[in-house]
């Protein structure tokens, strides 16, 4: 059975940094296009960065530029550095594939921004 597994949310002080990873069991991911999202409180889950198969990037206008994502294939594993962290950027943090299957989804890593 395939799993996600989120991890390194955290709680940081604005203009901070933390790096997200994403392990996924066994060959799952990397013939799949995978996926960044995030859900804050009282908000529709949001997609925030995606990395293709063949490495290529693509990022929500609100991350561009402080966020990167990258994938590591060898270890199954995707990764998001955020820096210059905002409040606005306090959510729940997923990972799945792009587009994404509701099987996939696990329990996010929470990143708080606050001072």
């Known amino acids: 059975q395939v799993q996600l597994v989120e991890s390194g949310g955290g709680l940081v002080q604005p203009g901070g940094s933390l790096r997200l990873s994403c392990a996924a069991s066994?060959?799952?991911?990397?013939?799949?296009?995978m996926g960044w999202y995030r859900q804050a409180p009282g908000k529709e889950r949001e997609l925030v960065a995606v990395v293709t198969r063949g490495g290529g990037t693509h990022y929500a206008d609100s991350v561009k530029g402080r966020f990167t994502i990258s994938r590591d294939n060898a270890k199954n594993t995707v990764y998001l550095q955020m820096n210059s962290l905002k409040p606005e950027d306090t959510a729940v943090y997923y990972c799945?594939?792009?587009?994404?299957?509701?099987?996939?989804w696990g329990q996010g890593t929470q990143v708080t921004v606050s001072s």
């Open positions: 066994g060959s799952f991911g990397r013939g799949n296009d």
């Open positions: 799945n594939t792009r587009p994404p299957l509701i099987a996939y």
